[in-house]
């Protein structure tokens, strides 16, 4: 078992920032690569971001690549999303979920075996 609680989530602005943070508990943390997905009201969830469990190898959607980064830190069993310059678009409850996977890190949701809890985030116009 794996828990994941993400943090960092608010109300912004356009064009600000946030970090968003997702802390792990449980079976080993480096075995596993970590993905940020979003899910806003009336649509389907959908990937953001995932990093390999190294970190070594990151995997973004087109739509935020160039605006965030995913980074990890093992030792403290944290990975962590920063988004800049944020838009309306990318609100949406943002949750975090981990694969037992070693290799380039994926995209498909079915593939996370574990998932947080969400945290929301809302940019304003």
């Known amino acids: 078992q794996v828990q994941l609680v993400e943090s960092g989530g608010g109300l912004v602005q356009a064009g600000d920032s946030l970090r968003l943070s997702c802390a792990a508990s449980?079976?080993?943390?480096?075995?596993?690569?970590v993905g940020w997905f979003r899910q806003a009201p009336g649509k389907e969830r959908e990937f953001v971001a995932s990093i390999s469990s190294a970190g070594s190898m990151t995997n973004y959607a087109a739509s935020v690549k160039g605006r965030f980064t995913i980074s990890r830190d093992n030792a403290k069993n944290t990975v962590y999303l920063q988004m800049n310059s944020l838009k309306p678009e990318d609100t949406a409850v943002y949750y975090c979920?981990?694969?037992?996977?070693?290799?380039?890190?994926?995209?498909?949701?079915?593939?996370?075996?574990?998932w947080g809890q969400g945290t929301q985030v809302t940019v304003s116009s």
């Open positions: 449980g079976r080993t943390f480096s075995n596993y690569a």
């Open positions: 979920a981990a694969d037992r996977w070693l290799g380039y890190p994926r995209s498909e949701p079915a593939r996370y075996d574990y």
